[in-house]
């Protein structure tokens, strides 16, 4: 049973690129989550998906950012006009449903942005 | 707002000794779950344990603990009989259940260092 997918792992790119981020959820997960990860901090939520609906954006910044997660195919964090300060770790997470105790999420390996 | 606070940056422990990384946290939440995750050099974030707010009694996965004192709000995690493996980042994180929100609040980490 294969874990949560992201790809790619590692990505470079010039300031004013855009970066696209995918990740493919564990089998039987409808649950999409992007967290950020700032060196030496703690991840920070960014984005809560299901199929083909957005349910919590609270933590994506204004401008620039933009979550997706079709149907068909798998989840996309997109940042247009990439920025020094958009350098981080980005890891997306699954979840099989929701609970009010709260489903274990299970991580991606992570997508390590460098913007230069 | 949820907290999780972590107030120790850096843990040494020598090899095959027990170690405690402290986590507290601050909720009005009467319904929450609590989580650990671990994350190596090679950046991965790995489940480790989950404690339910109602749970009356600590959570245990093999070596792992979770010291779970709901009057103090505190929830710590014990290794025991470390090994030179467990050297990680580890982080603790809740559950926010409010109006719906299914995110992971984190705390800043704990990096452990596991000496032969």
């Known amino acids: 049973n294969a874990g949560v997918m992201q790809n790619p792992r590692h990505l470079v790119r010039r300031r004013g690129q855009e970066a696209r981020l995918r990740c493919s959820p564990m089998k039987g997960h409808s649950h999409v989550y992007w967290y950020r990860q700032l060196p030496e901090e703690g991840l920070k939520f960014m984005v809560y998906?299901?199929?083909?609906?957005?349910?919590?954006e609270s933590g994506m910044p204004k401008e620039r950012f933009s979550a997706e997660f079709p149907k068909e195919g798998p989840s996309i964090l997109r940042i247009q006009q990439v920025v020094r300060g958009d350098s981080a770790a980005y890891f997306c997470a699954s979840s099989q449903r929701q609970s009010v105790f709260g489903e274990t999420q299970y991580f991606g390996p992570g997508t390590r942005l460098l913007v230069l | 707002a949820q907290k999780i606070t972590q107030t120790q940056p850096g843990m040494f422990v020598q090899e095959k000794e027990a170690v405690t990384l402290d986590c507290t946290y601050d909720t009005s939440d009467q319904s929450y779950g609590l989580f650990w995750y671990k994350q190596p050099s090679s950046g991965e974030m790995i489940f480790l344990i989950y404690q339910g707010s109602y749970d009356e009694q600590n959570a245990t996965e093999g070596r792992y603990s979770l010291n779970f004192q709901k009057a103090r709000k505190s929830a710590n995690l014990v290794i025991s009989a470390s090994q030179l493996g467990d050297s990680a980042m580890y982080f603790c994180a809740m559950r926010e259940t409010i109006q719906g929100a299914q995110k992971l609040v984190f705390g800043q980490g704990t990096r452990l260092t596991i000496n032969p």
């Open positions: 998906l299901q199929k083909e609906n957005i349910i919590d």
